[in-house]
């Protein structure tokens, strides 16, 4: 039993997560760790003169979300640039055009989010009132001393085909005339009947390259605009209970170092993995690259309980035109953060061996490729022990049980974005069998397997509880269709991958996860019971605290505390 008294007691219905006491009714918190969890007159006895209760009564009280793909900085980054989520029609897009020019000296760039409601901005062009954007002249119109771009959603955020708009100074100054080609076929530079640009790029494919293929004007985030969205990503993901971040896709040294920065400066609320994006052309460039990394990321890498840099990511297969356009300047990386990268599979096969050679974690994009990077990660096995360094497929989609079984073999981990592959884009699945579905985004048969599997949210949307609404139901967005209904998982199993098994990621698995005696006290406190809750009751629940290591960080409690 624990002796000397606690910090805080937090009262609620507790899911501890942890096997031994797996419900309670509270909480005591000592040094930013759980001290004990328990009945609730237990818990009062370790109430001293200091000690502050805090009684969220019937509301439910959870390990905090290891959201385990967030793309946070991507999420804060949405908030910089003026918003055009209220404009219905192509007229209210002109208007507040017209507003910002008035606000801004001529000359400067208007740059803004793309027309439609955020996270998705989906069909935002059909839903205007005249079911089209505006064209380059309408946008003269409204700023004529201005250049203006109005960015399209891209398909990291909506649907591909997505499309962006400028006016003509825009054009010029990125110097787009009748005769102007992308170098990734991708894109369509519209035209009017005259064969000049009326304004309009669409660009089909999900991975986005209109800015840096076409408008090398187009301002691009300063570091200090970078630091600011991390800033704001932090309370966008404590307000859904998520209380560690694994940014596993990679990022750019910039986005590291914002976060570092918010580290010193005592505002790194969440606990963060980050893994390296690198910037290297090619496997020769690689070698002396990743030789420096070993500064700072080999093996468990380099930081604390709040900021941990280890690893690296490795892309496997892509067109070789992204890597052309992204080589004219990789660091530009965007709303991404990370630097889009291409290998081939002899590329890719020799890149993980040095990462093997550095023990240099790494993390890679499966896709619907795992039949193909399992071999080569078998050959690489041969010669390093990479299940036993932890090193992560990531974004898995379609699957086979024999490529899960030597998945399984290999001893990785795996993390899985249920939001983007079951209910976003499972429309290219569709054509599979019922059978061949369950074995997309395959938690359960992971699960099954014993393998080690977590879920994150790829910021489809930043929401666990959508997350684990997915991973219950697997219904797909456009048809409600079940995506594979032996792929279902129970909420508990789903709040399990959402919380307590990111920690094996980070090695931290004896000290973060389930609510036990010396491990963190991060916390989630949500509106209902999200394992009693049945169906699409998950999506009417609400975070309404959340807590970091003690102290809370989201809701009216953050606001009052010592
Ligand atoms: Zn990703």
Redesign the pocket.
């Known amino acids: 039993m624990a002796t000397g008294k606690a910090d805080r007691i937090v009262l609620g219905n507790v899911i501890t997560l942890d096997d031994a006491v797996p419900r309670a009714e509270a909480v005591a918190i000592r040094a930013g760790r759980v001290l004990a969890a328990g009945k609730r007159e237990a818990m009062l006895a370790l109430k001293g003169g200091e000690t502050r209760v805090d009684d969220f009564g019937s509301a439910t009280v959870i390990p905090g979300f290891n959201d385990t793909?967030a793309?946070s900085d991507s999420q804060g980054l949405k908030t910089i640039r003026p918003s055009l989520a209220e404009v219905r029609s192509v007229e209210d897009v002109l208007k507040r055009i017209s507003e910002l020019a008035k606000a801004q000296a001529p000359g400067t760039w208007i740059a803004t989010m793309p027309v439609g409601e955020p996270p998705f901005y989906f069909d935002s062009a059909q839903k205007l009132t005249e079911g089209r954007l505006p064209t380059r002249e309408e946008l003269d119109k409204a700023a004529p001393n201005h250049p203006v771009y109005i960015a399209a959603p891209g398909g990291y955020w909506g649907v591909p085909p997505c499309t962006c708009v400028l006016n003509t100074a825009a054009l010029s100054a990125n110097g787009i005339t009748r005769d102007s080609q992308p170098a990734w076929p991708n894109i369509t530079i519209h035209r009017d009947a005259s064969g000049e640009p009326n304004g309009q790029i669409t660009e089909k494919a999900y991975v986005t390259l209109t800015e840096q293929d076409l408008l090398p004007a187009v301002p691009r985030f300063t570091y200090a605009e970078r630091l600011e969205g991390v800033r704001r990503a932090l309370p966008l993901y404590h307000a859904r209970g998520t209380t560690s971040i694994y940014e596993g896709?990679g990022m750019g040294p910039e986005a590291i170092a914002c976060f570092r920065e918010l580290h010193e400066t005592g505002e790194l609320t969440m606990r963060s993995a980050l893994v390296i994006s690198p910037t290297w052309a090619s496997a020769a460039e690689a070698e002396p690259i990743m030789r420096d990394y070993l500064v700072y990321a080999r093996g468990n890498g380099t930081g604390d309980d709040m900021l941990r840099i280890a690893g690296v990511f490795i892309a496997y297969g892509g067109d070789k035109v992204i890597r052309e356009v992204m080589q004219r300047d990789v660091t530009d990386v965007g709303f991404s953060g990370f630097v889009k990268s291409v290998n081939a599979p002899d590329e890719f096969e020799a890149l993980c061996e040095l990462a093997g050679r550095y023990d240099l974690r790494m993390n890679t994009?499966v896709s619907d490729k795992l039949h193909e990077i399992v071999p080569i990660l078998e050959r690489v096995a041969k010669k390093y022990p990479i299940g036993k360094r932890r090193w992560v497929l990531?974004?898995v989609s379609r699957s086979t049980p024999s490529d899960l079984e030597r998945v399984r073999k290999l001893g990785v981990a795996v993390t899985l974005?249920p939001p983007h592959y079951v209910w976003k884009v499972a429309g290219p699945f569709m054509s599979m069998t019922d059978e061949e579905l369950d074995y997309l985004s395959p938690a359960r048969a992971l699960h099954e397997m014993g393998v080690d599997v977590s879920a994150g949210t790829?910021a489809v949307p930043n929401d666990p509880l959508f997350c684990l609404w997915v991973m219950t139901t697997r219904r797909e967005r456009t048809t409600g269709r079940i995506i594979g209904k032996n792929g279902r998982i129970d909420n508990e199993l789903g709040l399990r991958l959402l919380t307590t098994a990111g920690a094996y990621l980070t090695f931290e698995e004896n000290v973060k996860g389930p609510l036990r005696p010396g491990y963190y006290a991060d916390m989630a406190v949500l509106s209902g019971d999200p394992i009693a809750a049945k169906g699409d009751d998950i999506l009417n629940i609400r975070c309404e605290a959340t807590m970091v290591g003690g102290r809370w960080v989201y809701g009216e409690k953050a606001a009052g505390q010592a």
């Open positions: 793909h793309h896709h994009i990531e974004h974005i790829d």
